[in-house]
């Protein structure tokens, strides 16, 4: 079963279409790139991306990457567009074994997308199929935020706390969900703290990312000790993050025609991001994944907006939480150890700024945990799901 706008209704279905002349465009800035010289050090990530995976990537770009069957999977699923505030919102809608009730939201970040939870979709909406009970099965909406993919594009920054608002929107009035359980990671992860602070209908929330931190810092030998650890990774891979949070033009600059420059930026953060203590980038992200991932940025302009995005959230005001303040909604969080963005803090820190009711440690996995362990994620999702039955 699947979703089905209202006759003349405020939604539309939706199809992703590049034709071949679009695509040939942009294949062929790949060919004529001008190779710049590149650092001769031992490990090739050192200075930004590795030249030699990036040139790898582009020989399947221009190869093997299957265009048409990346457009084809790119529509697989019932996707729609509503206008919700002055803003076309692109989303899947799935409706499977729940039958039109359950509605979970998965919210992505920067630099995936919608495509994020494609593996997780089916398990999800379907569950009985891959061995589990049609009773764990959820209606699923997972938008493009504002500015990312097919989603329309703002014409200044906009930040997750004015996304969950459209979101919630979404959600309650164009979707007629009264009541929706969400998820989220990276900035999904802060739109849905957003939802779970401001919007009474979000009645639980998962995150795989900790985004909300208490004001006064920590207050406890385990928890400074993270926050030195927290510094010192920021030092080393969160250069990006200033530049776009500040200056987030410059980088459209560089980008914009660029879709090597792009490809370049958006595959640093999946290596420096993802766990690959036990296997190796490739096997972690397949290549024409990451491809497909990245030409929703090029294809759609995306580059550009969704580095806004960072300069969006500040102007909002940031993630500190005042006394009194925290996110209330009974929060659940996914602790996956190879994260390398923002590592797990100590749970005393996070009780602080969340109502933390359930707290997993993975055995493995990194940022993008629905793209890298989808098995675990949904096993997680599904578990957290029960308990708010």
């Known amino acids: 079963m699947i979703a089905r706008p209202p006759a003349g209704g405020a939604w539309a279905p939706f199809e992703v279409r590049w034709s071949e002349a679009e695509i040939e465009a942009v294949l062929e800035k790949v060919r004529n790139y001008p190779w710049p ?32 069957a990346a457009v084809a999977d790119l529509n697989r699923f019932p996707q729609y567009t509503a206008r919700v505030d002055g803003f076309d919102l692109h989303f899947l809608h799935v409706v499977g074994e729940a039958k039109g009730k359950r509605p979970l939201l998965l919210s992505h970040g920067w630099p995936g997308s919608h495509y994020e939870f494609w593996r997780t979709i089916e398990p999800l909406a379907f569950p009985s199929r891959f061995g589990g009970e049609a009773s764990d099965a959820f209606d699923l909406v997972i938008p493009s935020l504002p500015g990312f993919g097919f989603s329309s594009k703002p014409s200044r920054p906009i930040g997750p706390r004015a996304t969950a608002q459209l ?18 990671g990276d900035w999904g992860a802060m739109v849905t703290s957003w939802l779970g602070r401001e919007h009474r209908a979000a009645r639980a929330i998962h995150l795989n990312m900790l985004w909300f931190r208490p004001r006064g810092g920590p ?29 987030p033009q410059s980088i459209a600059w560089m980008g914009a025609g660029n ?25 972690v992200h397949a290549k024409d994944n990451l491809l497909t991932n990245i030409m929703l940025y090029v294809m759609t302009g995306s580059f550009t907006t969704g580095s806004w995005f960072y300069r969006g959230a500040f102007d909002e005001g940031g993630f500190i939480v005042e006394p009194g303040e925290r996110c209330e909604t009974p929060t659940a969080f996914a602790s996956f150890p190879g994260e390398g963005r923002l590592k797990p803090p100590p749970r005393s820190f996070a009780e602080r700024a969340y109502n933390i009711v359930r ?31």
């Open 37 to 68: 010289l590149t650092a001769q050090v031992a490990d090739g990530w050192a200075y930004g991306c590795d030249p030699a995976y990036l040139r790898a990537l582009c020989d399947q770009w221009t190869g093997a990457w299957d265009w048409r």
């Open 359 to 389: 707290w997993t440690d993975m055995p493995q996995g990194g940022h993008f945990a629905a793209m890298e362990e989808p098995r675990l994620f949904v096993d997680d999702v599904r578990a957290w799901a029960r308990e708010q039955d």
């Open 167 to 184: 979101f919630n929107t979404l959600m309650t009035q164009v979707l007629g969900y009264p009541t929706y359980l969400a998820q989220g």
């Open 259 to 283: 879709p090597v420059g792009q490809a370049a930026w958006i595959a640093e953060r999946f290596h420096d991001w993802s766990d690959l203590r036990f296997k190796p980038l490739d096997e």
């Open 219 to 247: 207050a406890t030998e385990a928890e400074t000790a993270w926050a030195k650890a927290q510094e010192a990774l920021e030092a080393s891979v969160g250069g990006y993050f200033r530049l776009q949070v500040s200056r």
